[in-house]
């Protein structure tokens, strides 16, 4: 198990250093992101920037792993509450508003997860495997949000199966049973590692086969590489759900 979560901690650095890269090439877009009463918007956009190429390289080269995984989390948190919530107060409750609330609060539970994971590797119990633990029971919630998405968004989801894949809607309905069977099997902890890792290996496969597809006909266009990044993000957090997993944690 060190080894696998060796793994999901080296490849959950990879989309940090994308989304790092992407606030230095793209700082204007970002900058709009900020919430308007920051002053010097640009400052915030290069050093949320620079802040994640460090979590991701550290994260990669496995030094300061666990503190890099909790700052994120941290900063994951920090948009929720500045960005998100305050958007979604104000009226702006389109389809992309909640979703980008989720994914981040999906990846922040990752990250808490990482950071718990990390600390357990290490031998060391504080704070940290604490919250790891809520931050469990919120990314499970989070697949059942995300489940329940699935199909109630059919037409929009089946347009992201690669489109090679034959039945396409299929394969819709079944990652949305997936990820609801796996939220409930973590919050009733039955079977849970298992359920949680056949969910990782599900998102990976139809993840690689859409975002190779799509980056091989537009390897320059940012939004497919930002939307690749955050599907690869959460299929870590259901990665490490598998090891935090009550019966893992027995095998360890």
């Given at each position: 198990?060190?080894k696998?979560?060796?793994?999901v901690?080296?490849v959950?650095?990879?989309?940090?250093?994308?989304?790092?890269?992407?606030?230095?090439?793209?700082?204007?877009?970002?900058a709009?992101?900020?919430?308007a009463?920051?002053?010097?918007?640009?400052?915030w956009?290069y050093l949320?920037?620079?802040?994640?190429?460090?979590?991701?390289?550290?994260?990669?080269?496995?030094?300061?792993?666990?503190?890099?995984?909790?700052?994120?989390?941290?900063?994951l948190?920090?948009?929720?509450?500045?960005?998100?919530?305050?958007?979604?107060?104000?009226?702006?409750?389109t389809?992309?508003?909640?979703?980008?609330?989720?994914?981040?609060?999906?990846?922040?539970?990752?990250?808490?997860?990482?950071?718990?994971?990390?600390?357990?590797?290490?031998?060391?119990?504080?704070?940290?495997?604490?919250?790891?633990?809520?931050?469990?029971?919120l990314?499970?919630?989070?697949?059942?949000?995300?489940?329940?998405?699935?199909?109630?968004?059919l037409?929009?989801?089946?347009?992201?199966?690669?489109?090679?894949?034959?039945?396409?809607?299929?394969?819709?309905?079944?990652?949305?049973?997936?990820?609801?069977?796996?939220g409930?099997?973590?919050?009733?902890?039955?079977?849970?590692?298992?359920?949680?890792?056949?969910?990782?290996?599900?998102?990976?496969?139809?993840?690689?086969?859409?975002?190779?597809?799509?980056?091989?006909?537009?390897?320059?266009?940012?939004?497919?590489?930002?939307?690749?990044?955050?599907?690869?993000?959460?299929?870590?957090g259901?990665?490490?759900?598998?090891?935090?997993?009550?019966e893992?944690?027995?095998?360890?």
């Open positions: 198990m060190k696998f979560i060796r793994i901690q080296t959950f650095g990879i989309p940090w250093l994308v989304f790092g890269a992407q606030h230095f090439l793209f700082a204007g877009f970002v709009n992101l900020v919430p009463y920051f002053p010097a918007r640009a400052f956009a949320t920037g620079a802040a994640m190429l460090a979590a991701g390289i550290s994260l990669i080269v496995n030094i300061k792993a666990r503190l890099a995984a909790a700052m994120l989390a941290a900063m948190l920090g948009f929720i509450l500045l960005i998100h919530i305050p958007k979604l107060i104000g009226g702006d409750t389809a992309i508003a909640w979703t980008r609330f989720l994914q981040d609060a999906a990846i922040a539970s990752t990250a808490v997860l990482l950071a718990g994971a990390l600390s357990k590797r290490s031998g060391e119990t504080d704070f940290l495997d604490r919250i790891a633990r809520l931050g469990r029971y990314f499970a919630l989070l697949l059942i949000v995300f489940g329940i998405q699935q199909f109630m968004n037409d929009f989801l089946t347009a992201k199966v690669a489109p090679y894949l034959p039945v396409r809607i299929v394969w819709v309905y079944l990652t949305g049973a997936a990820m609801i069977v796996a409930v099997c973590v919050l009733t902890n039955k079977i849970a590692g298992l359920a949680a890792f056949a969910l990782g290996a599900l998102m990976l496969i139809l993840n690689l086969l859409l975002h190779i597809y799509l980056l091989a006909n537009a390897f320059y266009t940012p939004l497919v590489w930002t939307a690749a990044m955050l599907d690869l993000a959460i299929t870590c259901a990665f490490v759900l598998a090891v935090g997993s009550p893992e944690e027995a095998v360890d």
